[in-house]
């Protein structure tokens, strides 16, 4: 049974930080890239960010370029999304996604998803 269970949302103020954490089992973790995305109340979910499975390459949605970093450990099955300089738009629920090898920006190229853990970024 694949899971994946992601942790470390919040309230917050503008201008402070956030590590998310997603720890995953029951796939082959490290053959496959792992991806965050995010949802606003009354939005579709979005891309954030995406690391390849040797953790030789990552993408970023635009508006989060400069101040979140994508991360994962194939030793420990986990994947972590450290969030800086934080936005009242960075508002919404946060998932972490798996099922392809490549690099996937979209909501369709993933299989497998968390539950997401909610982030509130305050003005």
């Known amino acids: 049974q694949v899971q994946l269970v992601e942790s470390g949302g919040g309230v917050v103020q503008a201008g402070d930080s956030l590590r998310l954490s997603c720890a995953v089992s029951?796939?082959?973790?490290?053959?496959?890239?792992m991806g965050w995305f995010r949802q606003a109340p009354g939005k579709e979910r979005e891309f954030v960010a995406v690391?390849?499975?040797?953790?030789?390459?990552?993408e970023y949605k635009d508006s989060v370029k400069g101040r979140f970093t994508i991360s994962r450990d194939n030793a420990v099955n986990m994947v972590y999304l450290q969030m800086n300089s934080l936005k009242p738009e960075d508002t919404g629920v946060y998932y972490c996604?798996?099922?392809?090898?490549?690099?996937?920006?979209?909501?369709?190229?993933?299989?497998?998803w968390g539950q997401g853990t909610r982030v509130t970024v305050s003005s």
């Open positions: 029951g796939l082959p973790f490290d053959v496959y890239a």
């Open positions: 690391i390849s499975w040797d953790v030789g390459s990552t």
């Open positions: 996604a798996s099922g392809d090898r490549f690099l996937v920006t979209t909501v369709e190229g993933y299989v497998y």
